[in-house]
């Protein structure tokens, strides 16, 4: 049983990541950012109220997001553990979430930051806008994007900091590599004390 979460800026390859995490450890991916998207191409009453804050760059707010992902995780493959990507991203989301872990009588086991420098960042996703073509990959956007991290998610961070459940990983390693250092990284968040 193993519940994680993954957390880093766009850009930082979180999506990569997670992907390869979850099938080494044999837990369903939960991406918050992708299950907006498939309601955005299905035209869904709910792709139709978010599509104005994807465009934007900005978060959905949060009754919307945590009601998404609070479903998602009643799920029976999400019952015995899960990887999250891209949620809680703000300090009142990681409120809710402590708050369906508890009432589900569970807990989080680690939590890995992916991090990676602006200049990089931006350097990737543009080349990533020129490949998928996402509305909110032009160098404005992801800007915006950047600045919405630093100010609601980095307190997310900090305070699972806190709590001695956060490991770091240098997102600009090679794939493989930050793969590994993940892998050990929430390896040693399980054996501290
Ligand atoms: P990135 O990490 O590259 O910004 P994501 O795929 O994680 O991309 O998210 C894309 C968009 O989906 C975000 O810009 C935001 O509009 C929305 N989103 C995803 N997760 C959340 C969340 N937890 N809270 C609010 N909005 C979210």
Redesign the pocket.
């Known amino acids: 049983m193993t519940r994680i979460l993954l957390i880093g800026p766009?850009?930082s390859g979180?999506?990569t990541q997670a992907h390869r995490l979850s099938g080494q450890l044999h837990i369903p991916e939960i991406?918050?950012?992708?299950m907006?998207?498939s309601h955005l191409a299905n035209g869904s009453p709910l792709g139709r109220e978010i599509k104005e804050?994807?465009d934007a760059?900005?978060?959905?707010p949060?009754n919307l997001?945590t009601a998404m992902l609070r479903e998602r995780l009643q799920e029976r493959d999400a019952r015995n553990g899960f990887l999250l990507?891209?949620?809680?991203?703000?300090v009142s989301?990681m409120d809710d979430l402590d708050g369906i872990l508890d009432a589900a009588g569970t807990s989080l086991d680690a939590v890995v930051e992916i991090t990676a420098h602006d200049d990089e960042i931006v350097r990737r996703l543009l080349l990533r806008s020129d490949a998928e073509g996402r509305s909110?990959d032009t160098e404005d956007v992801i800007r915006h994007?950047l600045e919405l991290y630093r100010q609601e998610t980095e307190p997310v961070i900090e305070r699972y900091g806190r709590r001695a459940l956060l490991v770091s990983v240098d997102g600009t390693a090679d794939i493989d590599a930050v793969t590994v250092s993940a892998l050990q990284g929430i390896e040693a968040v399980r054996a501290r004390p």
Do not use: A, E
């Open positions: 766009p850009g979180k999506g991406s918050t950012g992708d907006f998207r804050f994807l760059g900005n978060l959905v949060d997001t990507d891209g949620y809680p991203r703000t989301q909110d994007r």
